[in-house]
């Protein structure tokens, strides 16, 4: 299908318009004989009314000398700029530009953003986290703009690739790092669970506990949203449990933030009194006070990855592997402890 755009109107404004398909509108503008007669008029009609103009072909080039666009549900987190990161690194090395945006949740805001995706004959697309309606995936598809999902959060088309980390393993190895120390009361503290990766850190969490022989208790278990504001009120939770826990696992660097802040607020010390486990490694984890022990995933090099597979599809290739999770590392720090007593 072509990537023909004018200088104010897509040809999905125009298939819109005209309730007809993308690539229908795609064939009238390339002049090609397999539409039927009443509907090509409507939709010449239409590109002249909206003054379209087809846009002439790239010219012959190296791969990658177009747009990607990265797309989150938000920006405000030091996890976003690390994937942004990876994604810079290749798509600049392979001559592309990267745009970046926030949908917020919102239909009309997809809805949006995906025209703009159409009117800049993007290369390719990486939703990161991103809870895009499945018509979206649809609405790319007809427009041949291919699409990889970093941590999807919910089970993209199998066609999509995935880019994402060992989720469940990392949440094992951090619990069984606290259960080592000697903890039995141990604190977890949720992503959104309509994340896949929330709900895999949980169930490492529930291994972890259950191959010591520890019950999962769950008034120790506490929604959160992976940020610093949840993780707090996390914290205040669990510690004012009659028994509360010697460690809290959070399943996000900011989140185990919050709760340090939890801590201090009552007069205890990390991990002097309770023991904190993270999860990202972001670059603030090492100058927390004290540095905080935490489940490295590789965040820019999942971005970097992305970008590549993107981009390779963009070239026609196929995804070596169309469902990859990148280990995840335990990094142990200063803000894990045997518990007192």
Not at 81 to 103: L, T
Not at 157 to 180: E, K, R
Request: aromatic share 4%.
């Amino acid at each position: 299908m072509a990537d023909e755009r004018s200088r104010g109107v897509t040809i999905t404004e125009i298939a819109r318009v005209a309730g007809v398909s993308v690539p229908t509108v795609s064939r009238v503008v390339n002049g090609r004989a397999d539409v039927a007669p009443g509907t090509r008029e409507r939709i010449e009609e239409l590109l002249r009314e909206h003054g379209y103009r087809k846009r002439l072909p790239r010219p012959d080039g190296p791969a990658g000398s177009g747009l990607v666009d990265l797309v989150f549900n938000d920006l405000d987190s030091p996890w976003a700029v690390e994937i942004i990161r990876g994604v810079e690194d290749v798509a600049h090395a392979a001559g592309n530009g990267v745009v970046v945006s926030a949908i917020h949740r919102r239909t009309s805001s997809a809805r949006q953003w995906l025209d703009n995706v159409s009117a800049r004959a993007t290369d390719g697309v990486i939703i990161v986290t991103s809870e895009l309606a499945p018509s979206v995936h649809a609405d790319l598809r007809r427009i041949h703009v291919p699409a990889v999902v970093v941590d999807p959060a919910g089970l993209p088309p199998l066609d999509v690739p995935t880019i994402g980390a060992t989720n469940w393993a990392g949440g094992l190895s951090a619990t069984q790092h606290l259960v080592g120390l000697g903890h039995r009361r141990i604190g977890f503290v949720t992503g959104p669970m309509q994340v896949l990766c929330s709900r895999a850190r949980l169930d490492g969490y529930r291994a972890g506990l259950e191959s010591a022989g520890v019950a999962v208790d769950p008034a120790l278990v506490r929604d959160g949203d992976f940020y610093q504001d949840s993780g707090f009120r996390a914290g205040e939770e669990l510690l004012d449990l009659a028994d509360p826990p010697t460690a809290v696992f959070a399943s996000s660097d900011q989140m185990a933030f919050g709760v340090y802040e939890a801590v201090r607020r009552r007069g205890l010390r990390v991990p002097e009194d309770v023991s904190v486990v993270g999860f990202d490694d972001l670059a603030l984890a090492a100058w927390a006070s004290p540095p905080l022990t935490t489940v490295r995933q590789p965040l820019a090099e999942m971005g970097a990855l992305a970008a590549r597979t993107v981009l390779g599809l963009a070239r026609g290739e196929q995804a070596d592997n169309p469902r990859v999770e990148l280990a995840t590392e335990l990094v142990v720090r200063e803000s894990t402890a045997p518990p007192r007593g």
